[in-house]
């Protein structure tokens, strides 16, 4: 492993101290005066009295005579004086020539010099492995933040976002560091993770979606049956066949009521519902607004011929919205009036009611958004909100104008 380094300098640094340790331990041993030379260098002045040349110099001394006075001195710098050598701990011996006292050999063995050296010297390296040691820490350190507590807080980090629900933000791949083998696991997971949950959304929303379009669909004949039963109601003599319309219309309005609770619960929770536009003549646009008005409220009108990009689906329910609205609202004719501009086949739908307060206008394409005319009418507000969001997915526009009388509807549908 990559820490191995750092162990090793540790290892050596550790050593390099042990060994300083002995080398003090060994250094103060050789601090003691060695007997031996000493002796010999001693007889050597004893034998050799007077002609200095062929003393032995093995070791440092000093020659005093009986009168204090100095005769000989290896060197400059010991001590010439019994006092001097006192003080600096020398090793002081008494000089005798064939018997006779000459005076006194003062050795040079200054304990304090050479501790103090020894000392600082030892100290000095200490202070150099101190540092050295301190440098690998810090380095030991980085390597270990960058390598270890880093990656181990990016991934605790990465953990609590996907615990937090949030897969789209991939972890960095680095695979050198200690946990590099599992970052591409845990990212993988990440990845399965978000594609099981967009699979799952996908799933709930087009059920949703099939539940929404069923109830919506079945809204349609639903309101055709009402109709006709409250006509058949108006025009029959029979009391009792009056009492089997009325049946039919009490159960109508509770399978509408059903529906409509259906249909909002099951739209509320959509975020996307599927749209899928292509290239259609414009004739069927008549076919889809005759379907819508079931009610033979909107009097004769033409489409101009062109090719449009449409959704029949998306559009039937457009119109199934406008009409339905229409109808709830205003309840009176409809006239439909269609243009070519420019890139779009404006179809016009108006009615003849009260229309909306102005302030209320861009708030009616908003989701359970419904004028204030509507407060004792039954509704979701979604059906503005899904007829222009079927709108935009094609590629068209929907547009909302109070008329001097009435209230118009505009389609937008694109030209290809």
């Known amino acids: 492993m990559r820490k191995a380094p750092f162990i090793l300098l540790l290892v050596f640094t550790f050593i390099a101290e042990?060994?300083?340790?002995?080398?003090?331990?060994?250094?103060?041993?050789?601090?003691?005066?060695?007997?031996?030379?000493?002796?010999?260098?001693?007889?050597?002045?004893?034998?050799?009295?007077g002609d200095s040349s062929k003393y032995n110099t093995q070791l440092d001394y000093a020659i005093i005579g009986n009168d204090g006075e100095l005769i000989y001195k290896t060197r400059e710098g010991l001590s010439e004086s019994v006092n001097e050598a006192i003080k600096t701990r020398g090793l002081i011996l008494d000089l005798n020539v064939d018997?006779?006292?000459?005076?006194?050999?003062?050795?040079?063995?200054?304990?304090?010099?050479?501790?103090?050296?020894?000392?600082?010297?030892?100290?000095?390296?200490?202070?150099?492995?101190?540092?050295?040691?301190?440098?690998?820490?810090?380095?030991?350190?980085?390597?270990?933040?960058?390598?270890?507590?880093?990656?181990?807080?990016?991934?605790?980090?990465?953990?609590?976002?996907?615990?937090?629900?949030?897969?789209?933000?991939?972890?960095?791949?680095?695979?050198?560091?200690?946990?590099?083998?599992?970052?591409?696991?845990?990212?993988?997971m990440r990845s399965e993770l978000k594609k099981a949950r967009i699979a799952e959304k996908k799933a709930s929303d087009d059920k949703k979606e099939m539940v929404a379009?069923?109830?919506?669909?079945?809204?349609?004949?639903?309101?055709?049956?009402?109709?006709?039963?409250?006509?058949?109601?108006?025009?029959?003599?029979?009391?009792?066949?009056?009492?089997m319309f009325d049946v039919i219309n009490a159960k109508t309005d509770q399978i509408k009521s059903l529906v409509d609770n259906l249909f909002?619960?099951?739209?509320?929770?959509?975020?996307?519902?599927?749209?899928?536009?292509?290239?259609?003549?414009?004739?069927?646009?008549?076919g889809l607004i005759r379907n819508s008005d079931y009610l033979n409220r909107a009097g004769a009108f033409s489409i101009p011929e062109c090719n449009v990009f449409i959704d029949k689906l998306r559009l039937q329910q457009v119109f199934d919205n406008i009409f339905m609205n229409s109808y709830k609202y205003a309840d009176t004719a409809i006239s439909i009036n269609s243009e070519l501009t420019g890139d779009y086949l404006v179809i016009r739908v108006a009615d003849e009611g009260p229309g909306v307060k102005e302030e209320e206008l861009p708030l009616l394409k908003e989701k359970f958004r419904r004028g204030s005319n509507a407060s004792d009418k039954d509704g979701a507000g979604l059906g503005l909100y899904l007829t222009d969001y079927f709108m935009e997915k094609m590629d068209g526009q929907l547009g909302l104008k109070n008329l001097d009388k009435g209230f118009e509807v505009s389609v937008y549908i694109r030209v290809v």
């Open 213 to 243: 379009k069923l109830s919506h669909d079945i809204k349609t004949p639903v309101a055709s049956i009402k109709s006709t039963s409250e006509i058949g109601m108006a025009i029959t003599k029979e009391e009792r066949t009056k009492e």
């Open 99 to 188: 018997g006779k006292p000459m005076g006194k050999v003062i050795f040079d063995y200054n304990m304090d010099d050479q501790l103090t050296d020894v000392k600082n010297k030892i100290i000095l390296l200490f202070v150099i492995i101190g540092v050295l040691q301190i440098v690998i820490l810090v380095i030991w350190y980085i390597y270990i933040r960058r390598n270890i507590i880093t990656p181990f807080k990016n991934l605790n980090s990465f953990a609590a976002r996907v615990a937090e629900g949030n897969l789209d933000m991939p972890l960095k791949m680095d695979k050198g560091h200690v946990f590099g083998a599992f970052t591409e696991s845990f990212d993988l």
């Open 18 to 49: 042990a060994l300083a340790c002995y080398f003090t331990v060994t250094k103060m041993k050789d601090l003691k005066t060695d007997p031996v030379k000493v002796n010999e260098c001693l007889y050597s002045i004893s034998e050799n009295y």
């Open 264 to 286: 909002t619960s099951s739209v509320q929770d959509i975020t996307e519902i599927d749209v899928n536009p292509g290239m259609q003549p414009s004739d069927v646009i008549s």
